[in-house]
């Protein structure tokens, strides 16, 4: 330690790699993507505890970009030119997975938290075919429902409950265990969202999700039956909330309860109202909500 460092600051340490800097601008931009995209997933990442906190922002962050890329397309751009966009997404993080490496600073830090925590092409492929289906089908019936749900949210919940249990003792047995609950609340967080974007997936993007609905025809009982398969599961998710790892479980919980919420508030909306604007938490609700989560977990 020298004297002009008596604090073993930054001239006592060596000097980091490059590829370790290159590490942590690739995680920072993952960071930023969830903060400018996602209000309530930001809100329930920062509870997370690290590292899994990073891992579990470059998994949505990498889901954001592909979301983005079916959703937001160019003025002048074409179905074909965004379905040439998601082909070189995916190409170039099959390579990263292979290589360590990706010039695309969300797809590297995607493939890193990949690498570690076991995420392979059985939640990668029905990732990628759902968010091409949004590209070439606008309509649903109950099979290809149930694969696009699965697809587009529940492995996304598998994804982030195996960043979860990298540290486990036995991350395999419990991954087994818990990969249910993981499952149903992605399918609730998902469901939840296409309620409440009903009237915009038709309008703006000409897609109609639940099978045989539209925004025009949704009545109060079609609302409550939608409604009452989420909160089943809902429940089936917060069943298993108490098993997660303490670095996961307060943020998985606080994230439940914002979702729960939602869904009693779409109940208590008319139907005629959901069809006309999208229905949110306010943002001091959601304090309230956390610190109530909070209170639940520490019991």
Not at 30 to 41: D, E, G, N, Q
Request: net charge negative; proline share 7%.
């Amino acid at each position: 330690m020298s004297a002009a460092d008596p604090q073993g600051g930054p001239e006592s340490r060596p000097a980091p790699h490059p590829f370790e800097l290159y590490d942590e601008v690739a995680e920072a931009a993952s960071a930023l993507v969830i903060r400018r995209y996602s209000s309530s997933f930001g809100m329930a990442s920062r509870l997370l505890a690290e590292p899994v906190r990073t891992r579990v922002r470059n998994i949505y962050a990498l889901v954001r970009v592909a979301d983005e890329v079916v959703d937001a397309p160019r003025p002048d751009g074409s179905r074909a030119h965004q379905a040439a966009a998601l082909d070189d997404l995916e190409r170039e993080l099959r390579a990263a997975l292979v290589r360590g490496m990706s010039p695309n600073l969300v797809v590297h830090a995607f493939a890193r938290t990949a690498r570690v925590a076991g995420i392979g092409p059985e939640l990668i492929d029905p990732f990628f075919s759902s968010m091409r289906t949004d590209l070439f089908r606008s309509e649903h019936d109950a099979e290809s429902f149930e694969r696009y749900v699965y697809g587009s949210a529940e492995v996304v919940g598998l994804m982030c409950l195996r960043a979860f249990l990298v540290d486990e003792p036995d991350p395999a047995a419990a991954y087994d265990d818990l990969a249910p609950g993981a499952r149903r609340l992605g399918a609730a967080f998902q469901k939840v969202n296409f309620l409440r974007d009903l009237a915009t997936d038709e309008q703006d993007l000409g897609r109609h999700y639940f099978p045989g609905l539209d925004a025009e025809h949704l009545d109060d009982r079609t609302r409550d039956a939608l409604l009452d398969e989420i909160d089943l599961d809902l429940a089936a998710a917060a069943a298993v909330i108490p098993d997660l790892p303490p670095s996961s479980r307060w943020a998985v919980r606080v994230a439940h309860d914002l979702f729960a919420d939602l869904s009693a508030r779409l109940r208590a909306t008319p139907a005629v109202e959901i069809r006309r604007r999208r229905v949110r938490v306010p943002g001091p609700h959601k304090a309230r909500l956390v610190v109530g989560s909070l209170l639940r977990s520490s019991r």
